[in-house]
């Protein structure tokens, strides 16, 4: 099977411009999940999309957002981009949503991330 | 409110040494806690998790990480480190009680010397 793939994998944009990631997760899970790590820092939770709704959102400005499909795939799209966006951004698929995993500790399954660069 | 903190920003070993990456949380209630390792240009890969039961929890790569409640820590050891474990480790926890979004430690990068 597949792990969870993202794309592209690196990026260059200029201030201002808009970026879309993507993100296929592991073929049977659910629920998608964005991180932004920055060089020296551990990632940092974006959002959460579970059966397509909006389960979770971290400290992000509205500049941020994402869906999900049905498919369960998932599109993080950030606007007017800011030099400290510039980041390794990473998707995470599990089985469930955290709020559904009755074992209470969901593991979460990364893909290899995109590298976003802004100049 | 959830925090971890992973004190050391790097630990160095030899090979065939012991190693340990020190990891300590703070949560409202009981604790789920787990590593990450991150390689270069790579995304992150489970290692191990405390749900409840045994503080010694056995993971991948002859890893293993030990749950002390009173100190609120979760360290990571091997007791023969390889230079192929050399790599970003990341620890992380969730409070069973509130969030159910795991937040992550900024990291300690383990090198193993040959």
């Known amino acids: 099977d597949a792990g969870v793939t993202q794309s592209p994998t690196h990026l260059i944009k200029t201030r201002g411009q808009q970026v879309t990631l993507r993100c296929s997760p592991i073929?049977?899970?659910?629920?998608v999940s964005w991180y932004q790590q920055v060089l020296g820092q551990g990632p940092q939770f974006i959002f959460q999309?579970?059966?397509?709704?909006?389960?979770g959102r971290g400290n992000f400005p509205d500049r941020f957002s994402a869906r999900q499909f049905p498919n369960y795939s998932s599109e993080l799209n950030v606007n007017a981009l800011l030099l400290g966006d510039s980041a390794l951004y990473l998707c995470?698929?599990?089985?469930?949503?955290?709020?559904?995993?009755?074992?209470?500790?969901?593991?979460?399954?990364f893909g290899a991330g995109s590298r976003l660069t802004v100049l | 409110a959830q925090s971890v903190a992973q004190p050391e920003d790097q630990v160095n070993v030899a090979e065939g040494n012991p190693l340990t990456v020190k990891c300590t949380y703070s949560?409202?209630?009981?604790?789920?806690l787990f590593w990450y390792v991150q390689y270069p240009n790579r995304g992150l890969q489970f290692l191990l998790k405390?749900?409840?039961?045994?503080?010694l929890v056995k993971g991948s790569y002859g890893f293993e990480a030990e749950f002390n409640k009173s100190q609120t820590s979760f360290h990571l050891k091997k007791p023969s480190a390889l230079v192929s474990d050399s790599a970003l480790y990341f620890c992380?926890?969730?409070?069973?009680?509130?969030?159910?979004?795991?937040?992550f430690g900024r990291g300690t990068s383990l090198i193993v010397h040959p």
């Open positions: 995470a698929s599990s089985p469930r949503g955290s709020r559904t995993d009755l074992s209470g500790a969901n593991v979460l399954t």
């Open positions: 073929s049977g899970h659910k629920s």
């Open positions: 949560v409202s209630g009981n604790p789920y």
């Open positions: 405390y749900i409840t039961g045994d503080n």
């Open positions: 999309y579970y059966e397509k709704e909006e389960r």
């Open positions: 992380a926890v969730r409070d069973m009680g509130g969030s159910y979004i795991p937040t």
